[in-house]
C-alpha cells in the first residue's frame, strides 16, 4: 500500500507492479524535495524497489516557527 501524509494531501493507494520508489512518485506527481519515503518503516532513496507487498509511506517536509 502507498500512503502519503502531509498538509495538503493524504490518501492511500495500491501499487501491483514492482517499481522504484522513484517511479512511484512520478506517477503520483510527487517532488522528491517534497517528501520523505518509508519503505516498511525504514527511510530510502528512490533507486530501491517497491514490490506489491510493501508499505511504502510518503511523509510531507515542512517547517515552521
Do not use: C, Q, W, Y
Not at 18 to 43: C, Q, W, Y
Request: overall charge negative; proline content about 3%.
Amino acid at each position: 500500500m502507498i500512503r502519503i501524509k502531509g498538509r495538503v494531501m493524504s490518501s492511500s493507494t495500491s501499487l501491483e507492479l514492482a517499481s522504484t520508489v522513484d517511479e512511484v512518485m512520478h506517477v503520483m506527481k510527487l517532488s522528491g524535495e517534497r517528501f520523505i519515503s518509508l519503505l516498511n518503516g525504514v527511510p530510502v532513496t528512490g533507486d530501491h524497489v517497491v514490490n506489491p507487498s510493501d508499505d511504502l509511506l510518503f511523509l510531507e517536509v515542512f517547517s515552521g516557527g
